[in-house]
């Protein structure tokens, strides 16, 4: 492997991760975003992430400072790219929106430069076409707060180089993730593959009535013993991000399945987009932040 500049497009909850987590790591990172509005925002939350590295690694306080002077932005995707030898992608989970931006990316990046797609729900092979360089792409895909949940998810599609596999797996390890090489393409990875149905049963639980969201989330940690439920990854994962995968699901499945998810996300744009309740990032969602609910002892008691 040999990297040196990274470029992630879209400065979103976890691209504006990736993007410092690679700085950490020691690389040149371009962030790109469609407007200035947005870079602002990236910059904030890069900001907000200085700080939460600086409390995290207490041994690697240099790095963690040095950080954003390893990072540029720019709303101009040929000028991200010039010098790009990875580009991980980051947009929204909104086909028609990947395919635009694959086969811009394609007109203007140099021929070395290898494509990562981190969507969580969608198959490289449902661009690659787009990309017009095969054989240089695939999936990197992340968890959200990548310097606690250090996973790195490489996913190959049946053009991809073996040699590309192999790059960005080391890279993987080189940015601090445990490299996970996938196979074969699989909807989701193995992560989403194992959250996603817990997500849509609590979502189908809350939108048909059955129970509220923090019933649903304190049934889920008391038996099982997890750190939180169902609805507080919701908040972690982001509002916008669900609501749009929901709605995919809503356009793809037939009725009724297909009404059942169109109900819910209504109810997640009416009850929450709307008021600006976009989850951890926004300081609400299910839950307020930086203090949520199930943090507190009383939450799991009788």
């Known amino acids: ?15 504006s991760q990736i993007a410092f987590q690679t700085a950490f790591k020691g690389f040149n990172v ?60 980051a947009i929204p989970e909104l086909k028609e929106i990947k395919e635009k931006f694959y086969t811009e990316l394609g007109n203007v990046a140099p021929a070395h430069t290898i494509f990562a797609t981190n969507s969580s729900t969608m198959l490289p092979s449902q661009f690659a076409e787009f990309t ?40 993987a390890s080189a940015i601090g993730m445990v490299p996970l090489h996938i196979k074969k393409e699989q909807p989701g990875y193995i992560l989403n ?53 929901v709605s995919t699901k809503a356009d793809k499945h037939p009725t009724p399945e297909q009404n059942e998810f169109r109900d819910i996300a209504n109810l997640v744009k009416s009850e929450y987009i709307d008021k600006g309740k976009m989850g951890m990032q926004s300081g609400e969602g299910f839950y307020k932040y930086p203090n949520p609910a199930y943090n507190e002892k009383e939450f799991l008691q009788p």
């Open 1 to 15: 492997m040999d990297f040196k500049n990274i470029t992630v497009a879209g400065s979103g909850v976890l691209g």
């Open 132 to 171: 017009g360089r095969p054989e240089k792409f695939l999936a990197l895909h992340f968890a959200n707060r990548i310097w606690m949940n250090n996973t790195g998810e490489v996913m190959e599609h049946p053009g991809t180089d073996k040699e590309v596999v192999e790059q960005v797996l080391q890279f």
């Open 193 to 245: 593959s194992l959250l996603v149905p817990l997500l849509d049963a609590a979502q189908h639980l809350w939108g048909t009535g059955v129970a509220d969201p923090y019933t649903i989330d304190k049934t889920w940690m008391i038996a099982t013993g997890a750190p939180m439920g169902p609805f507080g990854i919701i908040d972690v994962v982001g509002l916008q991000t669900v609501y749009n995968i």
């Open 30 to 89: 371009t962030i790109y975003d469609i407007n200035e509005a947005a870079i602002e925002k990236a910059k904030e939350r890069i900001a907000n992430l200085e700080n939460t590295y600086v409390d995290y690694f207490k041994e690697e306080q240099e790095a963690a400072r040095s950080a954003q002077s390893r990072i540029q932005y720019s709303t101009s995707l040929k000028e991200s790219a010039v010098n790009a030898d990875l580009v991980i992608e």
